[in-house]
């Protein structure tokens, strides 16, 4: 198949909430890319996300899907650190390891910008597509640099983190996106100490691996805020000492936290794990007078702006966000696999559904979007 378009199937996003399967072409891999056999994906809320419309920079028709676990099938020219048989997880946050790439450099950071214009414009480094629709041979953009609701895939070889090939896959997948992030917030972004307190604002997968990072570190107050009380025993499960629904009081969720903080000043880290931006202010208002830090995870609306008095700044909290919890993705994702075959990183309470084939993905929406799910895998 080296050096031929291969014929597969995809979900194909043509429109807000209009996902349907497709025979698409993907041609083979230019130089500095790679085309890899997506073996599965886990949905996280942010393709459900740019599903919807919401993502301001979300693009139709596209191919969605960014949480995988794959096979290299092919490399273009150029092409040193993956060769076919590889596996991989693509990573939609690159790291091009350049001398010259001064946010690789740096130890403060992992948002390498080495392809993220083409990649916001849902294209390819070179500035083109490597999908086309079968059956009328139109095109089709990517989607943050990864595409992986399909059979095949074209990325950079700079998002390829290359993984123990005894890894099974369908946990390995995790690491390429909301698990990973979860665990990076408190370890790499926040860096919460032992007995610190913590709130965690949604109890998704990205929350509930905060939590259980928060409980890696030694956090001894752990608290899940969720509406979805469905939530609540899987986060005692993992560290959470207490979970409370918004709906269950009258006044602002920040100030019964910071009543229920084990100072009375709030909590020393909260984490919005919602895209909420009201959710946003309500975890840096519960966050400790003093010193305080707060860190958005969730990814907003188009249009959604956070709003706080300032007044809770100058008072010493600290706001700040993630993204991919501050992971360098090629460095990271295998050291984090490795971890997890260890018996260091549990995983399996994630993976609460699976389907089968690229179709599978509506199933796994549906499933998302009921509130029982943490992680749907599919697998094509
Ligand atoms: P999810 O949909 O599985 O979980 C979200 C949780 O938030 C649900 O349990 C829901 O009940 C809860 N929730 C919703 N509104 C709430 C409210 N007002 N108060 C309290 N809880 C509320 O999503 P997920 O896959 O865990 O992702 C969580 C968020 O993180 C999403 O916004 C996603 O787009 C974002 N995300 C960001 C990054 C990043 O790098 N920054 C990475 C992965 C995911
Ligand atoms: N495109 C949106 C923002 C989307 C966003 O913030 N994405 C997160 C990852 S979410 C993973 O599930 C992120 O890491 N962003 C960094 C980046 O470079 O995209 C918008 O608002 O325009
Ligand atoms: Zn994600």
Redesign the pocket.
């Known amino acids: 198949t080296a050096g031929q378009p291969i014929t597969c199937k995809a979900m194909v996003a043509f429109g807000v909430d209009d996902l349907r399967e497709e025979e698409i072409l993907v041609a083979p891999p230019r130089a500095g890319e790679v085309r890899v056999k997506v073996i599965c994906n886990a949905l996280?809320?942010?393709d459900i996300?740019t599903l919807s419309g919401a993502d301001p920079e979300g693009l139709f028709p596209s191919i969605l899907g960014h949480e995988a676990g794959a096979v290299v099938e092919s490399v273009g020219e150029g092409v040193t650190s993956v060769k076919p048989g590889d596996h991989i997880v693509p990573g939609y946050t690159p790291q091009c390891k350049e001398p010259e790439c001064i946010f690789c450099m740096s130890p403060k950071t992992n948002l390498c910008p080495k392809i993220r214009g083409t990649q916001g414009k849902g294209l390819m480094p070179d500035g083109t597509s490597r999908f086309t629709l079968k059956r009328d041979g139109s095109t089709i953009y990517h989607f943050m640099g990864c595409s992986t609701f399909a059979e095949y895939t074209v990325l950079a070889e700079i998002s390829c983190a290359k993984i123990n090939p005894e890894a099974d896959l369908e946990k390995a997948c995790l690491f390429g996106?909301?698990i990973a992030?979860g665990l990076g917030a408190v370890w790499n972004n926040t860096k919460v100490e032992p007995f610190s307190s913590v709130a965690v604002?949604?109890?998704?997968?990205?929350?509930l691996a905060v939590i259980q990072g928060a409980k890696a570190v030694g956090a001894t107050h752990i608290v899940g805020?969720?509406?979805?009380p469905k939530?609540y025993e899987i986060a005692k499960q993992l560290g959470a000492t207490e979970c409370v629904n918004?709906k269950d009081f009258d006044k602002p969720i920040q100030q019964v936290l910071v009543d229920m903080s084990p100072t009375e000043f709030g909590f020393d880290y909260t984490f919005d794990?919602?895209?909420?931006t009201?959710?946003m202010r309500s975890a840096l208002e519960a966050s400790h007078r003093g010193w305080g830090c707060s860190c958005v995870?969730?990814?907003a609306a188009a249009g959604k702006e956070l709003a706080t008095r300032p007044f809770q700044l100058i008072t010493g909290r600290k706001w700040m966000?993630?993204?991919?919890?501050g992971w360098k993705t090629r460095d990271a994702i295998p050291m984090l696999v490795e971890r997890s075959m260890k018996g260091e990183i549990a995983l399996d309470h994630f993976i609460t559904h699976r389907f089968e084939g690229v179709a599978g993905q509506k199933d796994a929406i549906k499933a998302?979007h009921d509130?029982d799910?943490?992680r749907a895998i599919v697998r094509y």
């Open positions: 996280c809320h942010t996300y996106c909301g992030t604002f949604g109890l998704g997968a990205v929350g805020v969720d509406v979805n939530k918004p794990c919602t895209g909420n009201d959710v995870i969730g990814v966000g993630t993204a991919f919890g998302l509130g799910c943490l």
